[in-house]
């Protein structure tokens, strides 16, 4: 094993969390290659903003979202059906890294763009029944930090925050989706854009 390598698993970190699998690798991608892939998917993703229904009233999703994957893979969440366009090569390459590493598969991604700190995501698992039981979802986090939020679904009290770094893998598996919400807040804190990319699989 070589010194980065070595270095790359000393850094890995297992959430310790009941009835959760959660690990977190805080240098998946290196400072240049992070800032070279939001660059470009930045410029290059064709990005949208859907219309969500929150208690029978209509409101623009807090930021921007975009589906890449395999022909007819669409995916349904919040009353939004989102139909994916074909993996670019850059894709690709995260999603091969992955797979590789950590022995998965996934044909989709579902990417999110957040503006500012006023976008976000809130209260939610990713437990919609294309994914399956138990699904494995990699999140991988460009340019800024941002807070990441936990909260058991049987007790709200019991809560966890991580601050995923650019460059990180966040790999979320087991009972996670059924036991688990998360949630990327709103912030008044000055914070510069960030892209993630969060690779599952749809049956």
């Not at 598996?173 to 510069?192: L, R, S």
């Not at 854009?193 to 969060?198: E, K």
């Amino acid at each position: 094993m070589d010194l980065f390598s070595s270095l790359e698993f000393q850094q890995e970190q297992l959430l310790e969390l009941p009835e959760a699998d959660i690990l977190y690798v805080p240098n998946f991608l290196s400072a240049e290659e992070a800032a070279h892939y939001f660059t470009i998917f930045q410029k290059d993703i064709h990005w949208q903003q859907d219309d969500i229904k929150i208690f029978g009233k209509t409101y623009q999703q807090p930021r921007l979202t975009a589906l890449y994957g395999e022909k007819d893979k669409s995916y349904r969440y919040s009353n939004i059906t989102m139909h994916p366009e074909p993996f670019t090569a850059l894709l690709l390459e995260i999603k091969s890294r992955i797979e590789k590493k950590w022995n998965t598969t996934f044909n989709v991604v579902l990417l999110n763009l957040y503006r500012d700190g006023s976008d976000s995501n809130g209260w939610h698992s990713d437990d919609e029944k294309e994914l399956g039981t138990n699904p494995v979802i990699a999140s991988v986090s460009l340019r800024a930090k941002r807070i990441f939020q936990l909260r058991n679904k049987a007790n709200k009290k019991l809560r966890h925050k991580v601050e995923l770094n650019a460059g990180s893998l966040l790999l979320m598996k087991g009972t996670t989706q059924e036991c688990w919400q998360h949630q990327i807040p709103k912030t008044k804190k000055a914070v510069n854009p960030r892209i993630n990319l969060t690779f599952r699989y749809i049956h």
